[in-house]
């Protein structure tokens, strides 16, 4: 069974930067990220495509939030800049077991088969 590990969560000023790590064990195709803010449904953040290794962004994290994979370790490494109390929420990590192809399919939750426990970050003003 493939487990999805994260870590690097925690409470930051507005303004700062977190690094998240999110390692899968057992063989994965995509990887993806994803939040959860207080009293609101889980939306997709970013991935990075299997098959390049090019990163993929919700709009609305564009040019503040970037995500890379080490391909050798199985760990995506989500980063976060210039963060803002609206950026608090639990944030998850999740792998596919197949190959996903369309960049409209690494958006989709359903599409995943592994998540990991998520975690807390907190934006204070």
């Known amino acids: 069974q493939v487990q999805v590990v994260e870590s690097g969560g925690g409470l930051v000023q507005a303004g700062g930067s977190l690094r998240l790590s999110c390692a899968a064990s057992g063989r994965t195709y995509a990887m993806g990220w994803f939040r959860q803010a207080p009293g609101k449904e889980r939306v997709f953040v970013g991935a990075v495509a299997w098959s390049n290794g090019s990163a993929i962004y919700a709009d609305s994290v564009k040019g503040q939030f970037t995500v890379t994979r080490d391909y050798a370790k199985n760990t995506l490494y989500p980063q976060m800049n210039n963060l803002k109390p609206e950026d608090t929420a639990v944030y998850f990590c999740?792998?596919?077991?197949?190959?996903?192809?369309?960049?409209?399919?690494?958006?989709?939750?359903?599409?995943?088969?592994?998540w990991g426990q998520g975690t807390q970050v907190t934006v204070s003003s």
């Open positions: 999740s792998a596919s077991r197949r190959p996903l192809y369309s960049i409209d399919s690494y958006s989709a939750e359903n599409n995943y088969d592994y």
